[in-house]
């Protein structure tokens, strides 16, 4: 089964807490502090498949989890940095962050690695605070959380043609004709409903991959029919080959139906409009198609060149595949530009590095992503821990600004998964 779109859950691995130890050896009564760091989390490394055409993989199981780090130990032992998690991703692939829409990636190379999730860092263990002022540190810090989020993946086929045209054009005729590729075929409406790839084997080593693509129907830039899930996969077409039915079994004039589909490719992205197209009047082998055929010529004008076939037959298929191919030799020497509409956001940092809301009375609620990391790598459970935290609150002035906007003495402080109580 082919799937184009799905939504995942990504979680990369907890770092590992930093331990509180102490030298114990003999003849050393006052062993310095011997705490190791935590090992790192594991990130979440999507990585680019060629041997994948699909996001099934992707439709049954949503959620990815990589490992934690391993804690620190004493004698200054580092924990183990734990495994990281790579998920094949077929090569085509827009990975967005499904919360903002920001595109992380665009996966388009065999090999090619993005870090979709970080793994949090080790916390440090009490060795790494000694200072001259404090030569026995009794606190450390625990694992930095990994990161989480809700990612978008969008498979969009890397096809070098990409045959257009409304339902019942003779698209899957045609791509049986020219490759390997043997699509569903029958003589009504959506036959085609998934985008099918062949190979087309000119010789002398010479060869492109066509996409034989669901019929566009009006309204399908607005998402009517099948909508974006077939225009997704015209975006990265080199040439277009828009197949229009001259049998007039087709409901409408050809004119008016080339029209039609080039006016929803425009609506959808104005760069498909000046892609290169051809123009290939199909089933040239019904008894009307040449009355239709100069009808058409009449009113595209001479200078609009019309690739008369037939699908079923052969008739004018090498010519137009040695038109494909002229067109694609040019095509292929230009270097890529990416879409306007694909630019990757660019995010803003506030002023401040966080921000005060109150939520109730005596409730308040402090974000921002450097204090919700010192909180979360805090032990709570013990007290010189808590102190440097709140030292470095102070430090940094969220203490004062607190106050400023405020907050009273016994009022409840959030901030992340934490919640606690004010006091002087």
Do not use: C
Request: charge should be neutral; glycine fraction near 12%; charged fraction near 30%.
């Amino acid at each position: 089964m082919f799937y184009d779109y799905s939504k995942i859950n990504v979680k990369a691995g907890d770092g590992g807490n930093g331990i509180v130890a102490f030298r114990r050896e003999k003849y050393v009564p006052m062993g310095g502090p011997a705490g190791g760091d935590g090992g790192r989390g594991g990130h979440i490394i999507l990585v680019g498949d060629e041997g994948l055409t699909t996001l099934v993989d992707f439709k049954y199981k949503k959620h990815y989890k990589a490992a934690r780090g391993s804690h620190g130990g004493g004698k200054n032992m580092f924990g183990a940095g734990a495994e990281d998690l790579y998920l094949r991703i077929p090569l085509g692939t827009l990975v967005r962050d499904a919360e903002s829409g920001e595109i992380l990636a665009d996966i388009i190379s065999p090999g090619q690695e993005v870090v979709a999730a970080k793994g949090g860092r080790g916390g440090r263990g009490n060795a790494s605070f000694a200072t001259a002022k404090d030569k026995a540190p009794r606190f450390s810090e625990k694992g930095e959380p990994g990161q989480e989020r809700w990612l978008a993946l969008e498979l969009k086929l890397l096809a070098d043609v990409g045959l257009i045209g409304l339902p019942n054009a003779g698209k899957s005729t045609l791509i049986s004709r020219i490759s390997a590729a043997r699509p569903k075929i029958a003589d009504y409406p959506f036959t085609t409903i998934t985008p099918n790839l062949g190979v087309v084997d000119l010789g002398d080593g010479n060869s492109f991959v066509v996409a034989d693509l669901p019929g566009l129907i009006a309204g399908a830039a607005a998402g009517a029919g099948l909508g974006h899930r077939f225009l997704r996969h015209v975006e990265r077409t080199k040439v277009l080959v828009h197949l229009l039915d001259l049998s007039g079994l087709t409901e409408g004039d050809p004119a008016e139906n080339l029209a039609l589909v080039n006016q929803e490719l425009a609506l959808y992205r104005r760069s498909l409009s000046k892609r290169p197209q051809i123009i290939a009047a199909n089933k040239m082998d019904s008894p009307e198609a040449a009355d239709k055929l100069a009808q058409l010529q009449d009113k595209l004008g001479e200078k609009q060149k019309i690739w008369p076939i037939s699908a079923l037959t052969g008739e004018g298929i090498k010519p137009l595949l040695g038109r494909i191919w002229k067109i694609l030799e040019d095509e292929r020497a230009k270097p890529l530009i990416p879409e306007e509409e694909e630019v990757r956001l660019t995010r803003v940092r506030p002023e401040e590095p966080w921000q005060i809301r109150k939520l109730e009375q005596d409730l308040w609620q402090v974000t921002g992503e450097e204090v919700e990391k010192l909180v979360a790598m805090t032990d709570w459970e013990n007290e010189d821990a808590v102190a440097r935290m709140q030292r470095k609150f102070m430090a940094i002035g969220l203490d004062g600004a607190l106050k400023a906007a405020g907050l009273q003495e016994g009022d409840s402080i959030r901030i992340g998964r934490e919640e606690f109580e004010y006091a002087e």
